[in-house]
């Protein structure tokens, strides 16, 4: 599973993903059922191999790499227009926990998720933990900026009246913010496809491993466990995941029913005793590596400009911070 949230302004969007799915506690063995050669064993998400696409998208170190070197950009930018003082991390008046909207996204996959504690405790809803540790780690803690200061981070002044000049200089579109960001992706020959390619090649290869036989055997042997347990059959763990009688609500807490929870305990024992997700792996670990020999020249181009994004943020991370 993961869980997407948002936090807005009137003015801008700026939105985080955070990762929740797996990383169980627990490593648990898995009870029966054969293990083909080549397949790897997978009881939490630490055991999850890196599939081939992954090499061609950023993962979660490059976005928080791009967050830095931003900060960095933005004030460099800042101190150019005057403002000697401006700190690397700042937080703005409007972005007090009253006055910010948090949105949740919810997706899911195939084989859903592989953390039994957070089964246990909130069955396939949004961990409250999780949402809190998100608000104190996004919300910047630096001092507020000031409104000239506003003026020049944001460019509201040029948005309504299409031009604004502070030190006899135009300010950027955007305001510094926006201009550190796009400084990042200057460089990129082709952003579309940087930034939508692999996504949609992967959709059409999670089709495919879906109606995979290996994968539907796999699948089998997982619903008649869950269901030897108890519980209702499903197509998937995907399924489960989305039955509407867990009634989520918008910010994609469930009811945590104790039907709930067992059921969410039960998907997750039975993908260990099953290897479900270590079949998954290696199913679509092998149509990945042939759709990229396939189009290896558009999966090569990606990467380049991946590469030129990482190059930028390099040089941007070099640079001496200021206080």
């Not at 791009?66 to 005057?82: D, H, I, N, V």
């Not at 089998?220 to 609500?249: H, I, M, N, Q, T």
């Not at 290696?282 to 990606?302: E, F, G, L, N, W």
């Amino acid at each position: 599973m993961k869980v997407m949230w948002g936090k807005r302004w009137a003015a801008a969007a700026v939105v985080a993903v955070v990762a929740l799915a797996g990383c169980g506690s627990e490593g648990g063995g898995s009870a029966g059922g054969a293990r083909a050669s080549g397949v790897p064993e997978v009881d939490t998400e630490h055991d999850l191999p890196e599939l081939p696409l992954d090499r061609y998208e950023f993962g979660r170190r490059d976005y928080d790499r791009q967050e830095a070197a931003t900060l960095r950009l933005t004030q460099a930018c800042m101190k150019s227009y005057g403002f000697t003082d401006f700190p690397l991390r700042w937080r703005e008046r409007d972005t007090t926990m009253s006055n910010v909207a948090i949105g949740t996204m919810i997706s899911t996959t195939l084989t859903g998720t592989l953390d039994l504690d957070q089964a246990r405790r909130v069955g396939y809803g949004v961990d409250s933990d999780a949402v809190k540790e998100y608000r104190e780690r996004r919300f910047s803690k630096g001092r507020l900026v000031t409104r000239d200061e506003s003026a020049v981070l944001r460019g509201v002044d040029k948005a309504l009246h299409g031009s604004s000049k502070v030190n006899g200089r135009e300010v950027p579109d955007g305001g510094c913010s926006q201009r550190g960001a796009r400084q990042l992706w200057a460089d990129v020959k082709d952003e579309p496809r940087m930034t939508g390619y692999v996504a949609e090649r992967r959709a059409v290869l999670d089709k495919a491993v879906a109606k995979d036989r290996r994968m539907r055997r796999a699948l089998d042997a997982w619903a008649d466990c869950v269901e030897g347990k108890g519980f209702k059959r499903y197509a998937s763990p995907e399924a489960a995941f989305l039955d509407k009688a867990w009634r989520r609500a918008g910010d994609g807490r469930t009811a945590r029913t104790g039907r709930e929870r067992g059921t969410a305990v039960a998907d997750i024992e039975c993908k260990r005793e099953h290897n479900t997700v270590g079949v998954w792996w290696t199913v679509a670990a092998k149509k990945q590596r042939y759709d990229i020999s396939r189009h290896q020249a558009s999966y090569d181009a990606v990467r380049a400009d991946l590469e030129r994004v990482r190059a930028v943020v390099r040089r941007a991370l070099a640079q001496r911070p200021s206080a």
